[in-house]
């Protein structure tokens, strides 16, 4: 038995954080019902048509979900949400600001209906406050949260090359979630959840925020080095390959300079004795580190790096992400299903023990409708009239 099994949610969702939170439902093992707009869907589905002619954004945060095809605007839209409703758990929408409580979806509107019901909205910046009206999308609130200005190098700012906005706040509706369904089953009370995106990333924000406030200067942008720690980041051999690398602590550094660098000597320099040193004399450390790199072959620098026991990487492109061997070797992919046919899927990483995640398809627009719309009691020659008259 799956830990969500016997859970429904109805999601009115699109995009990025709203579907990510509850494919993470859906694979825990709770029944998601997607509420999409007919003709159209999700907008996700249109961003590209890379997978079998199928959207990247979409397939990578749907699978194993309902689709329900509902113009939520259509008169007989209602009768058919409320009727949906009264088996509902968790109710989830990320739609504009003001959009469901037009619609009388509204968490005070539902929950008074429906006292058991767990209401999670997601959000730009949240139902109160200056920007409660302002529209948020994934690069804008990277803006107002401060990220772009630690990313980057000295010259340009650089916003992160995923959603991590959208993705922070769907990983917060998640374990909020969780949490609720968790305290309602000790006590038998629903939830409102109020998740945004902007505190969500402002928390992954929290160390340069607390190094600006308390220390007087933002991290400066470095690119793909660290700010404050030295050496951290990426280094060429002399072969041409790239290698990252990461000394945290004065014990490493001893172990650098001694056995990668073979230059135990520069412990002993006063540029390089401390973290805070090495950072103010960075160029220094760097022109040491290259002077010996650029003799060596990269499988060299990565064979002194592991005997040496320093942290290293080899800079990936997506390509060898996808066929990474540690993936491979720890069996993390799995085939789901689509309307385009069989794809591939990364396992999603709850490794629980004696649990299997749902790995189901990735839903054709619409294909549960009518299955839904009978199991609520409606029958065949209503749903044609349903189809009809452009509700479904």
């Not at 996700?44 to 689709?67: C, I, M, P, Q």
């Not at 209602?78 to 929408?93: G, M, N, P, R, W």
């Not at 200005?149 to 916003?159: H, M, N």
């Not at 995923?162 to 000790?186: N, T």
């Amino acid at each position: 038995m799956r830990p969500l099994e016997g859970v429904t949610v109805v999601a009115l969702e699109q995009v990025i954080a709203g579907p990510f939170a509850t494919r993470q439902l859906a694979e825990l093992g709770a029944r998601v019902i997607k509420i999409e707009r007919p003709g159209s869907g999700d907008a996700a589905r249109g961003y590209d048509r890379t997978v079998l002619g199928l959207s990247s954004h979409f397939v990578w945060t749907n699978r194993s979900k309902e689709s329900l095809a509902l113009d939520v605007k259509h008169p007989a839209a209602k009768a058919i949400l409320e009727k949906l409703l009264l088996k509902t758990d968790v109710f989830l929408q990320n739609l504009a600001p003001g959009a469901v409580e037009r619609l009388g979806l509204g968490s005070d509107e539902l929950r008074k209906r429906h006292p058991r019901l767990i209401w999670c909205g997601i959000s730009g910046y949240g139902p109160a406050g200056p920007y409660a009206s302002k529209k948020a999308y994934d690069l804008l609130v990277q803006c107002e949260a401060g990220l772009l200005s630690v990313t980057g190098t000295p010259e340009a700012p650089s916003k992160a090359g995923i959603p991590v906005a959208d993705i922070a706040a769907g990983m917060y509706a998640f374990s909020s979630i969780l949490a609720a369904l968790l305290r309602r089953g000790r006590t038998g009370e629903g939830a409102t959840l109020d998740i945004t995106m902007f505190e969500a990333l402002g928390e992954w924000m929290g160390f340069p925020a607390y190094f600006t406030a308390y220390g007087g200067d933002a991290p400066p942008r470095s690119g793909a080095y660290h700010a404050t720690i030295v050496p951290y980041g990426p280094f060429r051999a002399g072969d041409g390959g790239t290698v990252f690398l990461s000394v945290q602590n004065e014990r490493e550094f001893a172990r650098f300079c001694e056995g990668v660098l073979k230059k135990p000597q520069l412990t002993k320099d006063s540029r390089f004795s401390s973290s805070p040193a090495r950072r103010k004399n960075r160029d220094a450390m760097h022109g040491e580190i290259d002077s010996v790199f650029k003799q060596l072959k990269t499988s060299e620098v990565i064979e002194r790096l592991e005997t040496a026991d320093i942290a290293n990487a080899r800079l990936n492109d997506m390509g060898g992400f996808w066929r990474h061997p540690q993936l491979e070797a720890r069996g993390r992919w799995a085939k789901v299903g689509s309307p385009a046919g069989e794809i591939d899927a990364l396992k999603p990483p709850f490794n629980l023990s004696g649990f299997e995640p749902r790995m189901d398809a990735v839903p054709a627009l619409g294909e549960h409708s009518r299955a839904i719309l009978s199991e609520l009691g409606y029958g065949e020659r209503e749903i044609e009239a349903l189809a009809a008259s452009g509700a479904i």
